[in-house]
Structures are given as C-alpha cells and as structure tokens.
C-alpha cells in the first residue's frame, strides 16, 4: 500500500475572513501533488462568534447556514463553501476528517436559575460552598434554526458544569446540583476529576444526552459525506460515552470510518491504558512523542537521539498512533505551547514521515506559515522533499543505527513493487558527520542522491552494499536515487 499522510488544514490565527473552505477548494489538487492523502478540518459548527475557532461551539447543526449569533457563514465559510471543499478533495481523492467538539457548549440564548455549589478549580472533587442559586447561560434554544434538523433543546439539566453566576457577575467553576448529577467518574483524574473543562460541560451521564449525541454524530458524518472525525478534548469526555459513540458510527459507516482522539497526556502509560479502555477503537495522537521532539530541539546536541522513540505511542502502539511535530495548541502563545524548535522542524518532520510506523499529520502552520502576535515563516520548501521520499521511497524492511548519541540513521529496502524506492536516512543534531549503512548488495554501483537538496554529493553504493551516508551539522539528509 502506498504510504497515506494527512494534513491538518489550519492553523489559530488564521484570518476570519471566511475563505478558509474556499481555500481548501483550491488547493485540494495541489495538496493531493504533493503526498497529502487526508485533511483534518478544524470545527465547521457555528461557535459563540463570527471569529470564534470553533471550539466556542454553539450549535452543533448550524454549519454556516442559519443566521445565529451575529453571522451566516463560520469564520471558516458557509456550509455550501464547506460542502464544496469536501466534494473537492474527494474529487482528487483526499479524505476528510472533521474536528469534533463534544465536550461544552458556550453562547446560551437564555439564562436559568439552578443549584449549584462551588468547587476548587484545582481540586474540583473539594465543594468550596454550600448549596445555593446561581443564573447561567445554560438553555440553548436556538431560534436562527427554529427546529430544522433536530429540535431537541439544551437546559441546565443536561450539563454537570458551568463557568459563570450571571446573577452575581462571577467566574468559577460551578457543578450543577440534580438527582443522580455529578461530575463523570471515567476522566482524566487531573485536578481531582477533570470533567469540568470549560463553558457549560456537557453530562454524558445523561441517557437523553448521550441519544441526541449518537444522533447528532450520525446526522454530521451523512450531511458531509466526511471519511472520520478528530475528537476534541477526550481526556474530559466520559471514556464509555467515546467508545460506544465511535463503535455506533463505525457500525452504521462501516470500519473504513476513522476516529482519531486528542487526549493530551504526555505520559506513554496513561495513553496505554486510555488505548486498552477503548478496545483500540480510535487512534490517538502522539502526544509523548511531540514532548520528546520538542526536548530535543530545545536541547540541541545534549539530547541523545538515540533515545528520540522511547516511551513513545508510535514505538509501543505503532498501529493507533498518529504522529505529529506541532499543531494549533502548541504553537506560540497557544494553550498549550511547546514549540519545535526552527532549527530542528525538517529532523523532525523525518522522524515521522519517513519511518514505517505511524500515521504523519503535517501542520499547516508548519507548511504555510503562521499570523497573529508572533508570525512564522512557512516551511514548505523543507517539508516538500520529505513528503515526496514518503511517498516514492519510504518503504520496505527498516534497519535502524540508533546506535550514537548525536547522529542516527535508518534505512528503507525498498519495495520491488515500487521503482526506485528505498531510501537512507541520516541526522545530526550537532556536527557534521556521517553513517554506513547497509542498503543491500543488489544495490552496489547504484547512485544516490540527498533528496533534501541540503548535501550536493553523489554516493556510490560499494560492492558490498554498504556506503558512508552524509549529514550536515543540525540537520537531516535522505539519500536515494533519482526517478
């Protein structure tokens, strides 16, 4: 099978100019050219504003079609611009998979009164407060859509949580008094119990919730014909709520539906365990990974790099993993940042797009650029060359020499039913320098070259199918040959 690699098509700071799906329109064909096979596109459900990024999510069934909270259109586009970007892709064969709030719920259209009792936001297991009344935006009737597709109506009754007493102009976090309510026991366990996120939190411990949920997931992936979902911020979400939702849908869309999950936990143990609790349902990404790429590009030559794969989703579950080097919440300023260094982005990118396991998304703001406070050049130019070894090279048998601290390689054999493919990787994360590696004594007299344009060396493989393969200091090469 040819080597398969998604993009996620946007970045945080994109402009609400509300051209985003027309931009993906555009460039579907271009993207397909240069080895992207699946776009991940960030929330189309209306949020709280016209600039909001989607994950301030209002009303799950408006797309950019029903005048509601100031705007038609997302601040990505309208729902025939959204339609029309998807039939695109799929015209050139790019899938779609569409990033999916589940979590909260923000922007009510009317207040309530309820009970309610005030916990620490670092341990929101500890009541700060006794009982009392609190007024919060928690009843969602949605009048722009007036019942159109569902007519099902939000109150306070279906969430555990809120952020705000409108009646005494307070932020906190509130959970929601009721019979049988309480926060969702199968979260993460940081912060006490970490249900509680941000907005009114959504109670997947309600029936009535969780058969509108199911309903409104089967409702989305028919309307846009999309090929999976993103799940949002499933650390927050009740763990039995995201197996049964994903096992539903892939019964009534078949197994070829994809899910992948953001659970944001740095520590390989807990990804194990989230795995194993979703029967490998979905993949997640690879979060420990990003935190190890990101160590090492802060750490430059002091970081072995014979260590960059332990303790890594990709090493330990190659086959539900999908690996990353940055994405909107880790870019500058962002929530969550931990930004791969400049100098260290094109290793980087290697390390996830040139291996055997894994399945590589390439960020936007890595490959177009970065606005906002803090712009960043696009990096197209290096990741190009990277895609094209992916797709043409990267396959066959892997051998790896992991065996120095600070210069590591690999090979690729090649797949005989692929011409010209095979490939010899080689990093540095110091000096200049080299690796012999065996490539295979079929290959002797063969002449390859440094697919990243960086070295302007030919290499001739030595009878016996070995060669010494070149980096520059603080660098990557792939050598191979020219088709």
């Not at 799906?21 to 709280?48: C, H, M, N, Q, Y």
């Not at 935006?137 to 949580?161: I, L």
């Not at 969780?210 to 799940?231: H, P, Q, V, Y």
């Not at 870019?331 to 040139?354: C, G, H, M, R, T």
Request: proline fraction near 3%; glycine fraction near 8%.
């Amino acid at each position: 099978m040819e080597n398969k690699t998604i993009m996620q098509f946007f970045e945080w700071h994109l402009d609400a100019d509300g051209n985003h799906w027309k931009r993906l329109k555009e460039r579907a064909s271009e993207l397909k050219d240069a080895g992207i096979d699946a776009v991940w596109v960030p929330p189309v459900t209306k949020g709280i504003t016209q600039d909001d990024n989607g994950y301030g999510i209002y009303d799950l069934y408006d797309l950019g079609e029903f005048d509601q909270k100031g705007t038609v259109r997302t601040k990505y586009g309208t729902k025939e611009e959204l339609l029309e970007a998807i039939q695109a892709c799929h015209n050139v064969g790019i899938s779609v998979y569409v990033d999916i709030v589940m979590n909260h719920k923000a922007g009510a259209d009317e207040l309530e009164t309820f009970k309610v009792v005030e916990v620490n936001p670092d341990n929101r297991e500890e009541d700060i407060s006794e009982p009392y009344d609190i007024e919060g935006w928690t009843k969602f009737t949605f009048p722009g859509r007036n019942g159109q597709y569902s007519d099902f109506q939000w109150n306070y009754n279906h969430f555990n949580g809120t952020d705000y007493d409108a009646k005494e102009e307070k932020e906190g976090v509130f959970r929601i008094l009721g019979e049988n309510k309480y926060w969702n026991n199968n979260v993460d366990k940081e912060l006490g119990n970490y249900d509680f996120l941000m907005f009114s939190n959504i109670d997947f411990n309600n029936e009535t919730v969780r058969e509108e949920m199911f309903k409104w997931g089967t409702w989305i992936s028919d309307t846009l014909s999309c090929n999976g979902f993103r799940l949002d911020a499933i650390k927050h979400i009740n763990h039995e709520f995201i197996k049964d939702f994903a096992v539903n849908l892939k019964k009534e869309k078949g197994d070829d539906f994809y899910f992948v999950g953001e659970f944001w936990k740095g520590e390989i143990d807990e990804c194990k365990q989230f795995l194993e609790e979703m029967d490998y349902t979905i993949d997640l990404f690879d979060v420990p990974l990003h935190y190890k790429l990101h160590t090492a590009s802060i750490q430059g030559s002091e970081f072995d790099l014979s260590t960059i794969f332990d303790d890594t989703l990709v090493k330990l579950h190659p086959m539900n993993s999908v690996t990353f080097v940055d994405n909107h919440d880790t870019q500058p300023n962002e929530s969550l940042e931990s930004w791969v260094e400049d100098w260290f982005k094109q290793i980087a990118y290697s390390l996830i797009l040139l291996r055997e396991d894994g399945y590589p998304c390439v960020f936007y703001g890595d490959y177009y650029g970065i606005k906002g406070p803090v712009p960043v050049d696009g990096k197209q130019m290096a990741i190009d060359p990277l895609l094209y070894a992916r797709k043409k090279k990267a396959y066959g048998q892997q051998d790896d020499y992991f065996d120095d601290k600070n210069v590591i390689g690999w090979v690729r054999h090649g797949d005989e039913n692929i011409e010209n493919s095979g490939c010899a990787v080689v990093i540095s994360n110091d000096m200049e320098g080299s690796k012999r590696m065996f490539v295979g004594t079929e290959r002797a007299g063969e002449t390859w070259i440094d697919l990243t344009n960086t070295r302007n060396e030919e290499i001739v493989i030595e009878e016996d199918g070995f060669a010494d393969f070149l980096v520059d200091g603080q660098s990557v090469s792939v050598w191979g040959l020219p088709n």
